[in-house]
């Protein structure tokens, strides 16, 4: 499909590969089901197909690069190759990306290091969605920052956080059931919190004012500063080191280039204790987590990437879609005489 | 009064500026209050006044320090000191530091990175005050972070925060006011969130259980597993990647070495945009973000940093001490033959 839109087999190839990386760790929300925005994207001219890469600035270990509006997931995976390349001899590197698009589920590129042995970082801003402390219209991004570092014999530790409490589709799913949001989820048209996921989404849909509220919630009783310092922070890694766009100037146009940036990065173990110490601290670490007395009712606690892993193992073989993703790549595989095989209910 | 104890000149000279600078920026919890711990700490055997400090492992970008039981401060001074060096000519430099002690606020070495138009971070663990996500026994510290960078006309941008929803001392303050705390500051023995604060706090003391939760409070859907990842993040990052403690293992016990880890760096803007279009770019995003409307109710949107500045320009000559405090100071002096002035109530 992407290919059929003039995107190179190894960009399609690069872009595919994220998707379903996402829908293979249960995080469907960034898979194939992204496909008709991009698809949409190449079509609107927001992002291009050939763009002019720039590598602005260079040092031993860092990047500034310029995306000239290209898809996210080939700028950045070829960033990062870079910086893995920079990492094994300089023992690390950052890049910072400006001028690019949505690049999928951040943890992919922290991913990429993991394979590597490598520890990694991966962080983007987003369309405004989220409300800072104190206010009430949609100013920064959900901006997610990923990282990962190699275990030994357990599966990596890899955190892949939006910085808001919750994203907006999870509004939507209450909605839908017509139940109660949490009152740390988003905020009204005031700036004051609110349980009414179908109002809530209402006003923002119309851009009548409110939107998400920072992890933490509406209020510094609850730390929602925390959450908007976290989401300021991203932004600032991504589109200020790398003299990008940042805030309410990301991707708030669907006709007009997004200008996304993204900020990402590679540590070599060896710059501190080394792969196998650090694998088998954190190893020990893990399992301290792992086997602390549970809550009553709970019978797990777990580390940060060990759900998606989970999904990983039981999507080896097959990824379900839901019959709505299975439809909008019907409907884009139509428009370019690209058949596609019977829809199949599963177990799962 | 650190002198007194043994300790040299110069560092007596770093801990008492870092404790200061808490008590100018209105963190009274780490300012001079904490001599007495330090005091104590010396005389217990847990803190050297003169540890044999070695450098484990060094790269052009990384230092790996082994504190062997010194005083926090001190400690991390020197390698911050070290980490401005190599991050003027090789562009950024992080290290972790191990067994280390308790070593003030951790915006104090982003603040010394700051002051030379670096961009800084530092971050350490704690004595295990957290229950992780599903537990109900505390495992994991309040393990702050710290990241600032300059600006040009505006104040700095510095997140200095707990990855906990709120520190201790903050439910000793309800539980004196017998006031209900939010639900997401603590849970109970049961692991359980609970909004009693005086009975959670005799829990906690008596170690029958219970303890602070992470930012998002005690649940996936308030987003507490965002905050326990952030809390394992800095563990990682301080006491994995070093070879020293983690988790449970940091300072549990007052009369044995507190084995502390902390993890600080500093990145040079010539590695990105540079000093000059990165301020300027970071004086446009704070203005944007303090001129977004306002909730009703609210006259203000802060930016991370900028409440501590107000209390650093408002504390230009003198700091107000609580009676308490002076107290607490003025009994460790008497001890050792030096005498303070007298008590005056100021209008602070």
Redesign the interface.
């Known amino acids: 499909m992407l290919v059929a839109q003039g995107l190179s087999a190894e960009d399609a190839r690069i872009t595919a590969d994220v998707l379903l990386m996402a829908d293979r760790r249960g995080i469907g929300s960034h898979g194939v089901a992204r496909l008709k925005r991009y698809v949409d994207g190449i079509k609107n001219g927001v992002i291009r197909t050939h763009p002019a890469v720039k590598t ?2 260079e ?4 990047l ?1 690069i310029d995306g000239d509006g290209g898809m996210g997931q080939p700028l950045t995976y070829r960033a990062m190759q870079r910086c893995l390349e920079k990492a094994r001899t ?3 590197c ?1 890049a ?1 990306i400006r001028n690019s698009n949505h690049y999928g589920i951040a943890g992919y590129y922290v991913l990429m290091a993991l394979t590597e042995g490598m520890i990694g970082v991966s962080a983007t801003n987003t369309t405004p969605l989220v ?7 949609v ?2 991004g959900t901006n997610p920052i990923a ?1 990962g ?1 190699p275990g030994k014999n357990e599966k990596p ?1 890899l ?1 892949d ?1 939006a910085t808001s ?2 994203p907006r589709g999870k509004l939507e799913v209450f909605a839908r059931k017509e139940k109660p949001i ?1 009152d ?1 989820w988003a ?1 009204d048209q ?3 919190p609110s349980t009414n996921a179908a109002a809530l989404l209402d006003d923002m849909i119309n851009r009548r ?1 409110g939107g998400l509220l920072p ?4 209020d510094e ?3 929602g ?6 989401s ?2 991203v ?2 890694l991504c ?5 990008g766009r ?3 100037d990301v991707a708030r146009n669907n006709n007009a280039p997004a200008g996304v940036a993204h900020f990402i990065g590679v ?1 070599n ?5 080394g792969l196998d ?2 694998g088998e ?2 190893d020990e ?1 893990i399992r ?2 792992k086997k ?5 009712g ?1 019978e ?5 990437g060990e759900k998606e892993y989970i999904f990983e193992e039981k999507y080896r073989e097959y990824v379900p879609l839901q019959k709505k993703v299975f439809e909008i790549l019907n409907n884009i595989g139509n428009e370019i005489g690209l058949s596609i095989t019977e829809y199949k209910k599963g177990k799962d």
């Open positions: 602005v600035r040092t031993p270990v860092s500034v300089n023992f690390m950052f910072t409300v800072p402390t104190f206010g009430r219209n100013t920064i990282v570092f530790f955190l956080m409490t919750v949490p740390c905020c005031a700036g004051q004012g992890l933490g919630g509406g009783l609850t730390g500063h925390k959450g908007y310092g976290l300021a922070l932004d600032i589109g200020v080191l790398s003299g940042v805030g309410p540590i173990p060896a710059a501190f204790m110490a650090i601290s954190l670490y301290l987590l602390a007395d549970k809550a009553a709970q797990r606690i777990y580390v940060a």
